[in-house]
């Protein structure tokens, strides 16, 4: 969302909007309103006690508090969302302004409870169609598709972030009626071109070996991600690549349970906890494969920041990542598979590919810098700011 968030701000900086940012229950004693270059950052408190139960009674709150800062704007405004709790606010908001409600769906809930499994979400759908008992997972992911229909009842114009979630969701009826468009993420262009000295500089700033094969994986370290399936993969990997060095980027997992899975190759597996924007860009500047080996996800946006870098990328074919590379032509595809009814990632499949690549440097090189074309044409932030602009424009003049 950071990413998302800066993005967005550079779009509304170079548009005709004037615009505000609000962050909702922030660790701020009293309410906090920032000046910006060109725009004001308005910081909420956040409340005491379970967000669950506090939630409703303070989005009806917050009209209150928003409606002091723009009493005096007589003008329409878009209110964007970015984040579900929507669902309770945006009926209270309408009462108090008149507005536009705009919300992307940056993550589906039904999704997580499931492992992005959507065949098994209409089979649930058809289940409650015939009145039949649903499982404990299974009554989560209804609930969570009860609160996105709801939302999208409420909104006026929906963002979704792909082909994939347009599909799943219209198979289940849940945008009927429903005014939307897909807008791909975007990123800033930071691409910079290192020659293989300047590379080795930074390789012996990490004290990384001269003859190493990098590995690098970035994101956070949940089942979802297939960071186990990885660390499987890639000790096969080593039994004929022993030079390959896998490097793991982000927190927010079971690290005991990681740490105990990577132990037969842990002299070889680097976990490097959170990294910040420069150093990440080391490691994507620095690295000869990038692997994004998620079991669910809804766009895939450390995929496009590696093709940005011409880093030649493994990834797996589910959700945005499918859609985001082309098999064989600015990456390579691994499959998702059943095993033991649960969606995973075909583990052998994973570490041929990445094997292959190891093998094949021209291969590498062809990859990645079809990946930088395939990020300028459909992700490059000027992208993203025509389509966000297009949205916002359209809901601007619909009266």
Request: glycine share 6%; aromatic share 10%; hydrophobic share 45%.
């Given at each position: 969302?950071?990413?998302?968030?800066?993005?967005?701000?550079?779009?509304?900086?170079?548009?005709?909007?004037?615009?505000?940012?609000?962050?909702?229950?922030?660790?701020?004693?009293?309410?906090?309103?920032?000046?910006?270059?060109?725009?004001?950052?308005?910081?909420?408190?956040?409340?005491?006690?379970?967000?669950?139960?506090?939630?409703?009674?303070?989005?009806?709150?917050?009209?209150?508090?928003?409606?002091?800062?723009?009493?005096?704007?007589?003008?329409?405004?878009?209110?964007?969302?970015?984040?579900?709790?929507?669902?309770?606010?945006?009926?209270?908001?309408?009462?108090?302004?008149?507005?536009?409600?705009?919300?992307?769906?940056?993550?589906?809930?039904?999704?997580?409870?499931?492992?992005?499994?959507?065949?098994?979400?209409?089979?649930?759908?058809?289940?409650?169609?015939?009145?039949?008992?649903?499982?404990?997972?299974?009554?989560?992911?209804?609930?969570?598709?009860?609160?996105?229909?709801?939302?999208?009842?409420?909104?006026?114009?929906?963002?979704?972030?792909?082909?994939?979630?347009?599909?799943?969701?219209?198979?289940?009826?849940?945008?009927?009626?429903?005014?939307?468009?897909?807008?791909?993420?975007?990123?800033?262009?930071?691409?910079?071109?290192?020659?293989?000295?300047?590379?080795?500089?930074?390789?012996?700033?990490?004290?990384?070996?001269?003859?190493?094969?990098?590995?690098?994986?970035?994101?956070?370290?949940?089942?979802?991600?297939?960071?186990?399936?990885?660390?499987?993969?890639?000790?096969?990997?080593?039994?004929?690549?022993?030079?390959?060095?896998?490097?793991?980027?982000?927190?927010?997992?079971?690290?005991?349970?990681?740490?105990?899975?990577?132990?037969?190759?842990?002299?070889?597996?680097?976990?490097l906890g959170m990294l910040d924007k420069a150093e990440i860009h080391d490691f994507y500047r620095i690295a000869d494969i990038g692997i994004v080996c998620s079991i669910y996800e809804e766009f895939g946006l450390v995929a496009v920041e590696m093709m940005m870098h011409q880093l030649p990328?493994?990834?797996?074919?589910?959700?945005?990542?499918?859609?985001?590379?082309?098999?064989?032509?600015?990456?390579?595809?691994?499959?998702?598979?059943?095993?033991?009814?649960?969606?995973?990632?075909?583990?052998?499949?994973?570490?041929?590919?990445?094997?292959?690549?190891?093998?094949?440097?021209?291969?590498?090189?062809?990859?990645?810098?079809?990946?930088?074309?395939?990020?300028?044409?459909?992700y490059e932030l000027s992208v993203f700011s025509s389509n966000m602009i297009q949205v916002y424009n359209t809901l601007g003049e619909e009266k």
């Amino acid at each position: 969302m950071g990413t998302y968030m800066a993005n967005l701000i550079e779009c509304l900086s170079l548009s005709k909007f004037a615009f505000d940012i609000v962050c909702i229950n922030v660790a701020v004693y009293e309410l906090k309103v920032v000046e910006k270059d060109g725009y004001r950052e308005i910081l909420i408190p956040a409340f005491d006690g379970s967000a669950d139960k506090k939630a409703p009674a303070y989005c009806k709150m917050l009209p209150f508090i928003l409606k002091e800062l723009y009493a005096d704007d007589d003008e329409e405004i878009i209110i964007h969302f970015n984040h579900f709790i929507v669902d309770y606010l945006s009926n209270s908001l309408k009462s108090f302004f008149h507005c536009k409600i705009l919300f992307t769906v940056h993550y589906t809930e039904w999704a997580i409870e499931l492992g992005g499994d959507a065949q098994k979400l209409i089979r649930i759908v058809n289940k409650v169609k015939k009145g039949i008992e649903l499982a404990p997972d299974e009554t989560k992911a209804m609930d969570a598709i009860a609160i996105n229909r709801d939302i999208f009842q409420q909104t006026d114009f929906i963002i979704l972030l792909a082909k994939h979630t347009v599909k799943t969701y219209s198979q289940i009826s849940l945008l009927q009626n429903a005014h939307y468009l897909i807008v791909n993420n975007g990123l800033k262009d930071e691409y910079k071109y290192l020659s293989t000295t300047q590379k080795q500089i930074i390789r012996r700033r990490y004290h990384i070996k001269k003859d190493e094969t990098i590995l690098f994986f970035a994101g956070w370290l949940g089942e979802l991600k297939g960071i186990y399936e990885l660390i499987e993969a890639f000790q096969i990997v080593l039994r004929t690549k022993p030079d390959a060095h896998l490097f793991i980027a982000g927190s927010f997992g079971n690290f005991p349970e990681l740490l105990k899975k990577a132990r037969p190759a842990c002299t070889k597996i680097t976990f490097l906890g959170m990294l910040d924007k420069a150093e990440i860009h080391d490691f994507y500047r620095i690295a000869d494969i990038g692997i994004v080996c998620s079991i669910y996800e809804e766009f895939g946006l450390v995929a496009v920041e590696m093709m940005m870098h011409q880093l030649p990328v493994v990834v797996t074919d589910t959700g945005g990542l499918a859609e985001i590379v082309d098999d064989e032509l600015n990456g390579l595809k691994v499959p998702i598979v059943y095993k033991k009814g649960k969606r995973t990632v075909h583990i052998h499949k994973l570490a041929q590919k990445i094997t292959f690549l190891i093998d094949h440097p021209d291969e590498r090189k062809r990859l990645g810098e079809n990946a930088r074309k395939k990020f300028l044409s459909d992700y490059e932030l000027s992208v993203f700011s025509s389509n966000m602009i297009q949205v916002y424009n359209t809901l601007g003049e619909e009266k």
